[in-house]
């Protein structure tokens, strides 16, 4: 799907944006169809994961959909679940996090923003994992 000279501006500075706070770690995949971006993490305990973020074909004006795409050990088999933050899997088998809600998304959110968002996410799920403490004790409410 080809997007608009618009959309095309708006991803650019996105681009620009990742890279500035995330160099050497994203990729664009397939930026010119079905667009995903890969960041890196290195989380607080020094673990690698991939968050990958799908880029709406209504981009900006639509929640993208966040999933862990690669992690030290495999994911847990959560499914939609408000108390980890989990909306299942998606159809590529990566668990899809929760960043924001639907009702809270607006076109001046960035792609940056919701990195971090899923940043905060996997460093609460280390913080699970280490505790046994649920998600909501690290994450509470999301916007």
């Given at each position: 799907m080809p997007w608009t000279p618009d959309q095309r501006q708006r991803l650019a500075v996105e681009k620009d944006?990742?890279?500035?706070y995330f160099p050497g770690k994203v990729e664009w995949v397939d930026?010119?169809?079905n667009t995903k971006v890969d960041v890196t993490m290195i989380t607080n305990s020094n673990q690698t994961y991939c968050l990958r973020l799908y880029v709406p074909r209504d981009f900006p004006n639509?929640?993208?959909i966040m999933v862990v795409r690669s992690s030290p050990s495999p994911m847990p088999s959560w499914g939609n679940n408000a108390a980890t933050h989990t909306l299942?899997?998606?159809?590529?088998?990566?668990?899809v996090i929760c960043h924001y809600r639907t009702e809270h998304w607006n076109s001046e959110h960035t792609f940056y923003e919701t990195f971090m968002k899923g940043r905060l996410w996997l460093e609460a799920y280390e913080g699970h994992l280490s505790t046994d403490e649920t998600m909501d004790s690290f994450l509470g409410h999301m916007n």
């Open positions: 944006i990742l890279e500035k930026p010119t169809g639509s929640l993208p299942g899997r998606n159809r590529e088998g990566f668990l």
